[in-house]
Nanobody, 118 residues
Framework: QVQLVESGGGLVQAGGSLRLSCAAS????????MGWYRQAPGKQRELVAV???????DYADSVKGRFTVSRDNAKMTVYLHMNSLKPEDTAVYYC????????????WGQGTQVTVSS
């Protein structure tokens, strides 16, 4: 089992910044990738950013150049630094961890609300 604990969500004005944090615990040796997804009301959950155990990183096109994902391997914590926030970024953000050789298991944080006012 993997437990994910998130923090950092909140309300921010357009153009502002937030940092989300997600600390993993439990069977962390099995985690092959960690990242962030978001889901706005009425929309599908979408990938925001992911970082693998090998260090590769991928971002959604909509956040490239504005968001940065990073990790602290010792703490097994992943961060999402969000800059130049737009109202379109408003969503519930979920921390995610994938485990197993084929990423066969998904673990999710509880979600944290990010609201960007115009």
């Amino acid at each position: 089992q993997v437990q994910l604990v998130e923090s950092g969500g909140g309300l921010v004005q357009a153009g502002g910044s937030l940092r989300l944090s997600c600390a993993a615990s439990g069977s962390i040796f099995s985690i092959n990738a960690m990242g962030w997804y978001r889901q706005a009301p009425g929309k599908q959950r979408e990938l925001v950013a992911v970082i693998t155990s090998g260090g590769s990183i991928d971002y959604a096109d909509s956040v490239k150049g504005r968001f940065t994902v990073s990790r602290d391997n010792a703490k097994m914590t992943v961060y999402l630094h969000m800059n130049s926030l737009k109202p379109e970024d408003t969503a519930v953000y979920y921390c995610h961890a994938a485990t197993g050789e084929s990423y066969e298991y998904d673990y999710w944080g509880q979600g944290t609300q990010v609201t960007v006012s115009s």
